[in-house]
């Protein structure tokens, strides 16, 4: 079991910043898939980012060039830092980690934290 915290949500200006945190209840270490994901209200859940163990890095189409994930490994932390920020990345963002253990899939979700941009 892998319970994740997001924090860093909330209410900022078009063109403005936010940085997104998801703290994780165990070591990353052996996590190869950490993701943002973002669901807007009547909208389907949709992958932001993801970062693997090795360090592969892939981004939706519309947030390449503004968004930016990362891990800190030491403090079981995955970040994503939003600059340029439009009205349309108004979202739930959620936090997801995926990984193999004992032979098992593993797959965790966040409580999500709402980024609202306003134009």
């Known amino acids: 079991q892998v319970q994740l915290v997001e924090s860093g949500g909330g209410l900022v200006q078009a063109g403005g910043s936010l940085r997104l945190s998801c703290v994780a209840s165990?070591?990353?270490?052996?996590?190869?898939?950490m993701g943002w994901y973002r669901q807007a209200p009547g909208q389907q859940r949709e992958l932001v980012a993801d970062?693997?163990?090795?360090?592969?890095?892939n981004y939706a189409d519309s947030v390449k060039g503004r968004f930016t994930i990362s891990r800190d490994n030491a403090k079981n932390t995955v970040y994503l830092q939003m600059n340029s920020l439009k009205p349309e990345d108004t979202a739930v963002y959620y936090c997801n980690v995926d990984f193999w253990r004992g032979g098992a899939r593993h797959n965790y979700w966040g409580q999500g934290t709402q980024v609202t941009v306003s134009s």
């Open positions: 165990r070591s990353i270490l052996s996590i190869n898939f």
């Open positions: 970062i693997t163990g090795d360090g592969r890095l």
